[in-house]
T-cell receptor, first 116, second 111 residues
Framework: NAGVMQNPRHLVRRRGQEARLRCSPM?????VYWYRQLPEEGLKFMVY????????ESGMPKERFSAEFPKEGPSILRIQQVVRGDSAAYFC??????????????FGPGTRLTVL | AQRVTQPEKLLSVFKGAPVELKCNYS??????LFWYVQYSRQRLQLLLR??SRESIKGFTADLNKGETSFHLKKPFAQEEDSAMYYC?????????????FGQGTILTVHP
């Protein structure tokens, strides 16, 4: 099992451009979480998705940010019209559909977004 | 709303010395607590969780509801323990759901 995959690992965008971050969960995992880590801060929850459904988006900024987890393919975190404050490391985690001890979140390596 | 506090940003000890990484939380319900570790150039990985009551790599952590703490301890630190450690909380009553992380503590174990 290759683990949670994220690409690209590094992404540079100019202000006003769009950023698309991809996350492929571990095989058999149907739950995906996105977290953001700003410089000098801990990871902060953004959104929790299951296949084709957004379950909890309480951590998502109200504008410019969106996320999806289609039936086929990776989960996508999309940031429109990026600003310098969006520069951060974005981590994806996935978990299986079990409960209790089975429900461990496994993290990807992260995508480091730099906005010039 | 839940909150996790790791008061020490940096912690240095010598090899063989005991180490304790502090974690305090605030949450009105019954939480589930975790410790995650990130070694240099590796991804974040689960170290232990309080419901497992297990010891991983010699580390233990006890949930103290009275003091709302979940400190991570190891009696004899090793150089390979040098890493970033994050304490995290998940709201009780849900098997799924977001993790709330502390800001992390960088542990350095000197030879």
């Amino acid at each position: 099992n290759a683990g949670v995959m994220q690409n690209p690992r590094h992404l540079v965008r100019r202000r006003g451009q769009e950023a698309r971050l991809r996350c492929s969960p571990m095989k058999g995992h149907s739950h995906v979480y996105w977290y953001r880590q700003l410089p000098e801060e801990g990871l902060k929850f953004m959104v929790y998705l299951q296949k084709e459904n957004i379950i909890d988006e309480s951590g998502m900024p109200k504008e410019r940010f969106s996320a999806e987890f289609p039936k086929e393919g990776p989960s996508i975190l999309r940031i429109q019209q990026v600003v310098r404050g969006d520069s951060a490391a974005y981590f994806c985690a996935s978990s299986p559909p079990g409960q209790g001890l089975l429900n461990t979140q496994y993290f990807g390596p992260g995508t480091r977004l730099t906005v010039l | 709303a839940q909150r996790v506090t790791q008061p020490e940003k940096l912690l240095s000890v010598f090899k063989g010395a005991p180490v304790e990484l502090k974690c305090n939380y605030s949450y009105s319900g019954s939480p589930e607590l975790f410790w995650y570790v990130q070694y240099s150039r590796q991804r974040l990985q689960l170290l232990l969780r309080h419901i497992s009551r297990e010891s991983i790599k010699g580390f233990t952590a006890d949930l103290n509801k009275g003091e709302t703490s979940f400190h991570l301890k190891k009696p004899f630190a090793q150089e390979e323990d040098s890493a970033m450690y994050y304490c995290a909380l998940r709201a009780g009553g849900t098997s799924y759901g977001k993790l709330t992380f502390g800001q992390g503590t960088i542990l350095t174990v000197h030879p």
